[in-house]
């Protein structure tokens, strides 16, 4: 069965502290592999989309990469407003519903 | 430019009552989704229209039905709610059926 695994579930982090967040996947066929981050309370924000292995997207402090089998996400000197859960989620090829398989996703806490 | 919108917030329904869930969006999307959202079970698709016009299930989509209004709005309703029907439901929209998704910012239903 498609699956989408994150790890960790949790993570603290001091400000300044970089890591990275883990999505694996054993999917038969990957269309996209897809970066939100939620907000308590809030839906999730789209931050990127990753399509073929080595490919690398930045935004800010968050650079996103992508291997055959697994995405990390790489948080770099991280601020208390990048505390969020970050989820990712796959879609898959063939696919008829589009739809995005999600993790269960990490949660990021930054303490100043 | 609002994104994606969603009413209500917050709803509390007695089991057997019926419900509507609405949805908005005015980026000119033509795919629109809805997902529920489960602690610990990550965001499953209930059902979705890939264009205006055709609705079709999702991963989830038993007690729901659904309609698509015109292109702007995608509805979701449930005929006779259930407890293991409270979740957080969210909304999204994407250009086509393979490009990001945009979500809303959900409603938080509870079915007692």
């Known amino acids: 069965e498609d699956q989408v695994t994150q790890s960790p579930e949790a993570l603290r982090l001091q400000e300044g502290e970089s890591s990275s967040l883990n999505c694996s996947y054993t999917?038969?066929?990957?269309?996209?592999l897809f970066w939100y981050r939620q907000d308590p309370g809030k839906g999730p924000e789209f931050l990127f989309t990753?399509?073929?292995a080595g490919e690398e997207k930045e935004k800010e402090r968050l650079k996103a990469t992508l291997t055959k089998k697994e995405s990390f996400l790489h948080i770099t000197a991280p601020k208390p407003e990048d505390s969020a859960t970050y989820l990712c989620?796959?879609?898959?090829?063939?696919?008829?519903?589009?739809?995005?398989?999600f993790g269960a996703g990490t949660t990021v806490t930054v303490r100043a | 430019n609002a994104g994606v919108t969603q009413t209500p917030k917050f709803q509390v329904l007695k089991t057997g009552q019926s419900m509507t869930l609405q949805c908005a969006q005015d980026?000119?999307?033509?795919?629109m989704y809805w997902y529920r959202q489960d602690p610990g079970m990550g965001l499953r698709l209930i059902y979705y229209?890939?264009?205006?016009?055709?609705?079709d299930k999702g991963e989830v989509p038993n007690g729901y039905n659904v309609s698509r209004l015109n292109k702007r709005e995608f509805s979701l309703r449930l005929e006779s709610a259930a407890p293991s029907q409270t979740s957080v439901y969210f909304c999204?929209?994407?250009?086509?059926?393979?490009?990001?998704?945009?979500f809303g910012p959900g409603t938080r239903l509870t079915v007692t």
């Open positions: 999204a929209s994407s250009i086509w059926g393979d490009y990001e998704q945009y």
């Open positions: 999917v038969s066929g990957l269309r996209g």
């Open positions: 990753l399509y073929s």
């Open positions: 989620a796959v879609q898959l090829v063939p696919s008829n519903d589009y739809k995005l398989s």
């Open positions: 980026m000119n999307h033509n795919s």
């Open positions: 229209s890939a264009s205006e016009g055709t609705t």
